[in-house]
């Protein structure tokens, strides 16, 4: 039973930080993409950043670049987000996600292709 476990979101201000982590149990594929997609009340949920787990290779929404890094800790089975000079359009639903993959091409799916996720944590910026 694969379980993506998300924390670290919260409340900030405009310019502000915030890193996210996900806890992956379960989960056996050594060949995968994981990441983090985020989602507003009436809006579909987008792909922030995804890192590919064979080369590390990462694809970063146009809206986040500079300014977000994804990273992981194999050892600790632990996906983050760092999330630097926040703006309020980063407001959302946080979610982890993973699914088995075979080449970087998986950096660039949307939502649809991924099967496993988190419960979502939520991340807050104000003016």
């Known amino acids: 039973q694969v379980q993506l476990v998300e924390s670290g979101g919260g409340s900030v201000q405009t310019g502000g930080s915030l890193r996210l982590s996900c806890g992956a149990s379960?989960?056996?594929?050594?060949?995968?993409?994981m990441g983090w997609f985020r989602q507003v009340p009436g809006a579909e949920r987008e792909r922030v950043a995804i890192?590919?787990?064979?080369?590390?290779?990462?694809n970063y929404a146009d809206s986040v670049k500079g300014r977000f890094t994804i990273s992981r800790d194999d050892a600790k089975n632990t996906l983050y987000l760092q999330m630097d000079s926040l703006k309020p359009e980063d407001t959302g639903m946080y979610y982890c996600?993973?699914?088995?993959?075979?080449?970087?091409?998986?950096?660039?799916?949307?939502?649809?292709?991924?099967?496993?996720w988190g419960q979502g944590t939520q991340v807050t910026v104000s003016s």
């Open positions: 890192i590919f787990s064979v080369d590390g290779s990462t």
């Open positions: 379960g989960y056996s594929d050594s060949s995968y993409c």
């Open positions: 996600a993973a699914r088995e993959a075979w080449d970087s091409r998986c950096l660039f799916w949307d939502r649809y292709a991924y099967g496993y």
